[in-house]
């Protein structure tokens, strides 16, 4: 069964550009999760979605940060203007929609981004 | 936001079995608690999940007591490949905290 996958896997942009990511998840899980990982830290959520459907955004910088389901699939995770203070590794994660019960989470291999 | 905490950093020998604890003394009747193993350049990689008295899988073992306030990862006879940050969650489907990372514990397996 293939991974997740992330590209690029590694980014350098200047301060004020703008930066795409992209996320496939494994097939047939439902939600999709983008966290961001600074250095020495633990990732933190940025993003939650359930097939196409934002199901937790409440730590998104929506000033600067976008993201999108489109067809409840592939994701993609926007940043625009970039700040220094944004460089780190930006994770990708999937897992199966279950009602209840615990949940685990596949993550892809990240792409880091440094911001210049 | 249920919070956990963990040592910032261990250290072991190869061979040895290694035991982390987590506390989270504020868990929920429903929540379960979550391991996840992270090495470098990698994305976190799913351990071990449990919600009470104890849990077994290939790689590791998860010991959870009646009140369920703390929980030990248990890692038998370490390697030098098992050095990485292992991470404790706590929560549950449909709950948002069951994301929320701590900074994790950093295990140093030395030969």
């Known amino acids: 069964e293939a991974g997740v996958a992330q590209s690029p896997r590694y980014k350098i942009i200047e301060k004020r550009q703008s930066v795409a990511f992209w996320c496939n998840p494994i097939?047939?899980?439902?939600?999709l999760y983008w966290y961001q990982q600074i250095l020495g830290q633990g990732p933190k959520l940025l993003i939650q979605f359930q097939n196409n459907g934002v199901v937790d955004d409440s730590q998104l910088p929506k000033d600067r940060f976008s993201a999108e389901r489109l067809k409840g699939v592939d994701s993609t995770l926007k940043i625009q203007p970039a700040k220094l203070e944004d460089s780190a590794v930006y994770l990708c994660?999937?897992?199966?929609?279950?009602?209840?019960?615990?949940?685990?989470?596949?993550f892809g291999p990240g792409t880091r981004l440094t911001v210049l | 936001l249920a919070k956990t905490t963990q040592p910032i950093s261990m250290d072991s020998y190869e061979g040895q079995e290694v035991n982390i604890t987590c506390s989270h003394n504020n868990i929920a009747t429903n929540d379960y608690i979550t391991w996840y193993q992270q090495f470098p350049s990698q994305g976190p990689r799913f351990i071990i999940q449990?919600?009470?008295t104890k849990v077994t899988n290939e790689v590791a073992s998860l010991f959870i007591p009646a009140d369920r306030k703390s929980s030990t990862l248990s890692l038998p006879r370490v390697s030098l490949s098992d050095t990485a940050v292992y991470y404790c969650l706590v929560g549950h489907s449909g709950s948002a905290r069951q994301l929320t990372f701590g900074s994790g514990t950093q295990l140093t397996v030395l030969p």
């Open positions: 449990g919600y009470k």
């Open positions: 994660a999937s897992s199966p929609l279950r009602d209840r019960g615990p949940r685990e989470q596949f």
């Open positions: 097939s047939g899980h439902a939600t």
